[in-house]
């Protein structure tokens, strides 16, 4: 199949967390990203705002893209609720009437525009909405418990820690060591990146867990050693504790592994401050414990921002508090949450 030619919108909100899902494909789909457009930052260095995208260019606007023979247009940003911006809807167009199909992991869906809509029918030009659920699912059951495979899963102390990136590591790493690996993306990020899952958020809350269930018992076909599920949210953010409880009771997991962002004191979008580690690894441990006992097995750093030294401070601080193995996945390597996991599951 043929490269994806990626064009990616992150305009007024290029940074680490707004922009995850533009760093995240830079990061892990370099190869198919020729552009990002924000204005104000049109040619600057992407490594230095975001800490990934060597030599791929930042752009004002679409038409500054064009030579560079984009076919997709993504919307590269996470924003409280999925509405798109609606300045953006003027580069979706440009995108359309210029050969370009739309990939939207936005709430607010494309399609539902009839301006949008007939652009893209007029340009033969497809929008895809990844928030939009096609399939129905039953309401969980606890049949994840019957997989063969090792289930993982990836939490959080808030939403927008990097529990995407700890589990694409997670299965490099393990598949990297001949023990056969998938992750189960579920997040609009993930889809795009693997090619495969289900934005969890946009199923029904009712059926969050059987969704997952769903998504477990068809990979579990396939024969992996290790099923690894991309947490969402955090069981105490107020917006996001939802899709998180439902993707903790439909995955059962035999391990979870904890994700935290060290600078973060309160959680995104409010001022509830995020609870000392212990506490977190306790409750995650306590809600599953009536159902499916299991434990927290490590913790993955985001220390995105610090310097090597002050890296290396606050793994061995967050060790010492947790008495668990911690890492920066991507500052230091995953290998000791795989190391832990690979244990604590043998």
């Not at 869906?109 to 129905?136: F, K, N, P, S």
Request: hydrophobic share 45%.
């Amino acid at each position: 199949m043929a490269k994806r030619r990626l064009l990616i919108i992150a305009e007024g909100r290029l940074d680490l967390f707004a922009a995850k899902t533009a760093v995240s494909l830079l990061r892990y789909c370099p190869d198919e990203v020729v552009a990002v457009v924000d204005s104000q930052h049109a040619g600057g260095d992407l490594t230095s705002l975001v800490g990934t995208g060597a030599g791929v260019p930042i752009v004002p606007d679409v038409a500054a893209a064009l030579p560079l023979k984009p076919d997709h247009l993504v919307i590269g940003v996470a924003l409280p609720g999925g509405v798109l911006p609606p300045a953006w809807r003027s580069a979706i167009l440009e995108a359309l009437r210029n050969g370009m199909d739309v990939l939207n992991g936005m709430h607010t869906a494309l399609a539902d525009d009839e301006r949008l809509a007939a652009c893209a029918t007029e340009c033969g030009r497809r929008l895809y909405d990844l928030r939009h659920v096609t399939r129905e699912y039953p309401v969980g059951l606890a049949r994840a418990v019957g997989t063969r495979a090792k289930r993982v899963l990836t939490v959080g102390s808030d939403c927008n820690v990097g529990k995407m990136v700890a589990s694409l590591e997670i299965v490099r790493d393990l598949c990297g060591r001949d023990r056969p690996a998938r992750m189960i993306a579920t997040g609009q990020t993930g889809v795009l990146i693997t090619g495969h899952g289900e934005v969890i958020d946009a199923v029904k809350s009712d059926f969050v867990a059987g969704a997952v269930e769903m998504l477990l018992l068809a990979e579990d076909a396939r024969g992996e050693e290790f099923l690894v599920v991309e947490g969402q949210g955090s069981i105490l953010h107020p917006g996001f504790s939802g899709v998180t409880l439902g993707l903790m009771h439909g995955t059962l997991p035999d391990a979870m592994i904890l994700c935290h962002a060290p600078a973060r004191t309160t959680m995104r979008h409010t001022q509830i401050p995020v609870p000392p580690l212990p506490e977190l690894v306790r409750l995650h441990e306590e809600l599953l414990a009536p159902i499916h006992p299991c434990r927290v097995v490590g913790v993955a750093l985001n220390c995105f921002g610090m310097s090597p030294a002050q890296t290396a401070e606050t793994i061995e601080r967050t060790q010492q508090e947790t008495g668990l193995p911690a890492t920066d996945c991507l500052g230091a390597g995953v290998e000791p949450l795989t190391d832990a996991l690979l244990e604590a599951l043998a």
